[in-house]
Nanobody, 123 residues
Framework: QVQLVESGGGLVQAGGSLRIFCAASGRTFSVYTMGWFRQAPGKEREFVAAYYWNGGTTYYADSVKGRFTISRDNAKNTVYLQMNSLKNEDTAVYYC????????????????WGQGTQVTVSS
């Protein structure tokens, strides 16, 4: 069983930066693929970024590539999402998720989810 708790969300101006966190419980955190998803009002949940434990390969949605960076600290059981050059369209609830095994961009592939943290980007 893995529990995930996100934090660090908030209000930021367009063009600004924000770093959100996901703290995980569970002794096997290091063998999970960690993912970030987001859901804006009236829209479906969408993939943002993932970190595959085997080799530390990272994956990004085209909409955030070059602006967002996912990283993890296995010693702290924490995964981060550094968001730079934020845009209004990045406004959403951001969810942390994890799964055993390789990378996936589909939410259905992830076994555990956090409660989400709100990120609001203002003009």
């Amino acid at each position: 069983q893995v529990q995930l708790v996100e934090s660090g969300g908030g209000l930021v101006q367009a063009g600004g930066s924000l770093r959100i966190f996901c703290a995980a419980s569970g002794r096997t955190f290091s063998v999970y693929t960690m993912g970030w998803f987001r859901q804006a009002p009236g829209k479906e949940r969408e993939f943002v970024a993932a970190y595959y434990w085997n080799g530390g390969t990272t994956y990004y949605a085209d909409s955030v590539k070059g602006r967002f960076t996912i990283s993890r600290d296995n010693a702290k059981n924490t995964v981060y999402l550094q968001m730079n050059s934020l845009k209004n369209e990045d406004t959403a609830v951001y969810y942390c998720a994890c799964r055993r095994g390789s990378y996936s961009y589909t939410s259905e592939a992830y076994d555990y989810w956090g409660q989400g943290t709100q990120v609001t980007v203002s003009s």
